[in-house]
């Protein structure tokens, strides 16, 4: 059972990531740069449903039923899969094939907080900020821990919507 946890979370995992990663792409070809809210909840669409159609197809293989603690240890485990392979083609994005996407980033950033109303002062001082904390190694880890983040406020919620205990105690699945 553990091998097929593992192999299914990273299968799962593989495939979400993937599915995420070819969002991002488009939404770097079409020039949104993370701008545009349509294409931002497509993108959770797809991560919240990920996590759902996983949890479920998981729970069919280990017999029908699962606890709430499984649902959620395999949607995480799911996650780190996906956050590795996210960060990896963030990293891939950012300083190979488009060297200038922060520049772009920092700047629709900057138009976005002045047309909200915050002085130039506080503008600066955040994009500033923003700036110093572009570095490869903490873009990687912060990434990998805001996807984790976001994913375990998600899989609490999907993981006892998924849940489906056994009635029969004496089975032997632990889902008592």
Same mark, same amino acid.
């Given at each position: 059972m553990k091998n097929s946890f593992l192999q299914s979370a990273a299968t799962h995992g593989l495939f979400i990531g993937l599915a995420l990663i070819i969002l991002a792409l488009l939404d770097w070809r079409l020039g949104y740069y993370g701008q545009n809210t349509a294409f931002? #909840?497509?993108s959770y669409t797809v991560w919240i449903g990920g996590l759902v159609w996983s949890a479920i197809v998981y729970r069919k293989q280990a017999g029908g039923y699962i606890s709430y603690g499984q649902a959620f240890g395999f949607s995480i485990t799911v996650a780190a899969v $996906? +956050?590795?392979?996210?960060?990896?083609f963030s990293l891939l994005l950012i300083y190979v094939?488009?060297?200038? $996407?922060?520049?772009? !980033?920092? +700047? #629709?950033?900057?138009? +976005? #907080?002045l047309n909200a109303g915050m002085p130039q002062a506080q503008v600066d001082m955040a994009l500033? !900020?923003?700036?110093? #904390?572009?570095h490869p190694v903490l873009h990687f880890l912060s990434s990998i821990f805001s996807t984790l983040l976001i994913s375990a406020i998600i899989a609490l919620i999907t993981s006892a919507i998924v849940r489906k205990v056994n009635p029969n105690p004496f089975t032997g699945n632990g889902n008592l």
């Amino acid at each position: 059972m553990k091998n097929s946890f593992l192999q299914s979370a990273a299968t799962h995992g593989l495939f979400i990531g993937l599915a995420l990663i070819i969002l991002a792409l488009l939404d770097w070809r079409l020039g949104y740069y993370g701008q545009n809210t349509a294409f931002s #909840l497509l993108s959770y669409t797809v991560w919240i449903g990920g996590l759902v159609w996983s949890a479920i197809v998981y729970r069919k293989q280990a017999g029908g039923y699962i606890s709430y603690g499984q649902a959620f240890g395999f949607s995480i485990t799911v996650a780190a899969v $996906y +956050a590795i392979l996210g960060a990896l083609f963030s990293l891939l994005l950012i300083y190979v094939i488009d060297p200038g $996407y922060m520049e772009t !980033v920092l +700047a #629709l950033t900057e138009e +976005a #907080l002045l047309n909200a109303g915050m002085p130039q002062a506080q503008v600066d001082m955040a994009l500033e !900020v923003s700036s110093k #904390l572009s570095h490869p190694v903490l873009h990687f880890l912060s990434s990998i821990f805001s996807t984790l983040l976001i994913s375990a406020i998600i899989a609490l919620i999907t993981s006892a919507i998924v849940r489906k205990v056994n009635p029969n105690p004496f089975t032997g699945n632990g889902n008592l």
